[in-house]
Each structure stands twice: as C-alpha cells, then as structure tokens.
C-alpha cells in the first residue's frame, strides 16, 4: 500500500509561477501531467504563522484518534470549540483537512487527515 504524503515547502512567487507556466505550456501541447499534491509558502516565517504548534497538534490527534465532530476533537485537546473550528477551516482551506457531513449526529461535521505524512521541504 502506497503512502500518502503531502509535501509542504517554501517557494517564492516567482518559482511557483514559472513551474504553473512550464505546466501550462505541458498541457497546452497535449502532454500528460503527473498529479502532485503539495502546499507552498513564500517564505519560512508565513509557513510557521499558518502551521503553528496547535495546529499541527490538531492534525495529529484528527489521524491517531478519528474524532467523530468538531466538539469531539475539542474536547479531546482540550480547546475552545470556536478556536479549533477556526483552525480546521484554515487547514481545509489549504488542503490539509477535510471536513465531511457527520454520519453520527444531525449538523456534526466529521474532521480528516487524508495524508499519512507530511513532508516539509525547506531549501537552503
């Protein structure tokens, strides 16, 4: 079984609009583009402003312990409800976490972690 890795990194503008027109150019001419899967920020400062301790706790417990909703992974944290709900909406907003209709109660919403790894990837 295949791993599911998310490569997390920063780039700056200018790179991320040269590899978007490099795979403009690919697709325009017919070639085939292999999926990748990463989220990229322009610099290590706004990467650590997003993925702060707290959050990236967040997305630890939400694999190792697949709570059910929102306030169930709240509770398990520890945290105020309205906080952690604000932390998973940035995170799915960049693709990190995906938050689907509860199956458990009416209104719930189900929080997952859809990578098993996440990959940072800083150049020096």
């Given at each position: 079984m295949k791993v599911k890795?998310?490569?997390?990194?920063?780039?700056?503008?200018?790179?991320?609009?040269?590899?978007?027109?490099?795979?403009?150019?690919?697709?325009?001419?017919?070639?085939?583009?292999?999926?990748?899967?990463?989220?990229?920020?322009?610099?290590?400062?706004?990467?650590?402003?997003?993925?702060?301790?707290?959050?990236?706790?967040?997305?630890?417990?939400?694999?190792?312990?697949?709570?059910?909703?929102?306030?169930?992974?709240?509770k398990l944290i520890r945290r105020d409800f309205k906080n952690v709900h604000a932390d998973l909406k940035l995170l799915a907003d960049l693709g990190l976490v995906q938050l689907e209709p509860g199956a458990h109660l009416r209104d719930s919403v189900t929080p997952t972690v859809p990578y098993e790894r996440i990959q940072f990837e800083i150049a020096v």
């Amino acid at each position: 079984m295949k791993v599911k890795r998310l490569k997390v990194g920063v780039r700056s503008l200018e790179e991320g609009l040269q590899e978007f027109g490099a795979t403009l150019k690919a697709v325009q001419s017919g070639k085939t583009i292999p999926k990748r899967t990463g989220v990229y920020f322009i610099s290590v400062e706004a990467m650590r402003q997003v993925l702060t301790p707290s959050r990236l706790t967040l997305l630890h417990c939400i694999r190792t312990r697949r709570p059910r909703s929102i306030a169930a992974l709240a509770k398990l944290i520890r945290r105020d409800f309205k906080n952690v709900h604000a932390d998973l909406k940035l995170l799915a907003d960049l693709g990190l976490v995906q938050l689907e209709p509860g199956a458990h109660l009416r209104d719930s919403v189900t929080p997952t972690v859809p990578y098993e790894r996440i990959q940072f990837e800083i150049a020096v």
